[in-house]
């Protein structure tokens, strides 16, 4: 039995709720094939602030660093919106993307056929709509300097930095033409060129990398356009690959084709490090009632399963269990409507499902 070591940090909210699902699901999966998965936990977020006064620690980087495989929950919450940017928990998970160098963020958008009618746009509209958004994440306007707050006659004003050189922009180019290699070889450039001069350079590196890669066909989109695209015409799109920004926005944007935030999965991939998190928040409002959606934890985990651990069986497996719970009718309350079929459930009906369908005491 060979034996793989990862680092959880369940983070805020739901986080902790959803992760444990995820790490019970892929430790099934991964068993079956002959892989035994080992967890080390850390506090991350708010939560660690309210243990050491930060956000992350230096322990806890150092630990992900040398795992290199990363199982992240949420973070976030209302009660540290007021902390200072450095001690608010975003501020350690732009740390640790950038520490573990994880420049690449892999978001699959994949409309699930039984969950076609829980998007509130038209079924014909979004059925078979099947993105990969590839997402530069250590770059751009989140980490650009100089970054400052100050007063000109009397007013105040805010200066970011949006800036990329050509080298992060070729690195992130050649993750989005792989991918599309194994997809249906077309990748569409999302940037701002007609305005912003970091989105010219964009531009010309990815045109630049466009020649590496003849079998891949390659079409750009202003993101205004994009945006409205998403919505208008999803199935156009097989990898779109943008900057940091941008893609945070769209992203998000093209969760609601799938009806909901507690459906999409996440992989943050850097050289050999990997960090997997689901896209949607800690929803501190739910936090605690074991109604929260983990089906996004859930295929976080099959993804750390296919990039990390090389497990596309186990990878496979997972995907196809959170199939048959949907096939199955177990709707959480962001996804539940009531057609026949359908069951409300919480957190605890789902996980259970899930680990009977892994083990085969359930057919899929």
Known sequence: MKKV???????????????KVAVDVMKAACLQNGVEVSVTEHPFG??????????????????????????????????????????RPEAALLKLRKELGVFANLRP??????????????????EGTDILIVRELTGGVYFGRPRFTSEENGD???????KYSRSEVQRV?????????????????VDKANVLESSRMWRKSILEIAGEYPDVELSHMLVDNCAMQIIRDPKQFDVMVTG???????????????????????????GENGLYEPVHGSAPDIAGQGVANPLAAVASAALLCRYSLHLEEAAQKIEEAIQSVLTNGLRTADLFTEEPG??????????????????DTVEA
């Open 46 to 87: 708010g939560v660690c602030y309210e243990q050491h006064g930060v956000p992350v620690t230096d322990e806890t980087i150092e630990s992900c660093k040398e795992t290199k495989i990363v199982l992240l929950g949420a973070v976030g919450g209302p009660k540290w919106d007021n902390l200072s940017a450095d001690k």
């Open 5 to 19: 070591n990862i680092v959880t940090l369940p983070g805020d909210g739901i986080g902790p709720e959803v992760t």
């Open 173 to 189: 180019a050649r993750v989005a033409f792989e991918a599309a290699r194994l997809r249906d070889k077309r990748v569409c450039s």
């Open 109 to 126: 958008i994949n409309v699930y056929p039984v969950l076609a009618d829980a998007s509130t746009l038209k079924k014909e509209v979004i």
């Open 156 to 162: 105040p004003f805010s200066v970011d930095t949006m």
């Open 342 to 359: 359908t069951t409300l459930a919480n957190t605890k009906d789902v996980a259970q499902l899930l680990l009977k369908i892994i083990n």
């Open 244 to 270: 940091n920004l941008f893609g945070d926005i769209l992203s998000d944007a093209a969760s609601m084709l799938t009806g909901s935030l507690g459906m999409l999965p996440s992989a943050s991939l850097g």
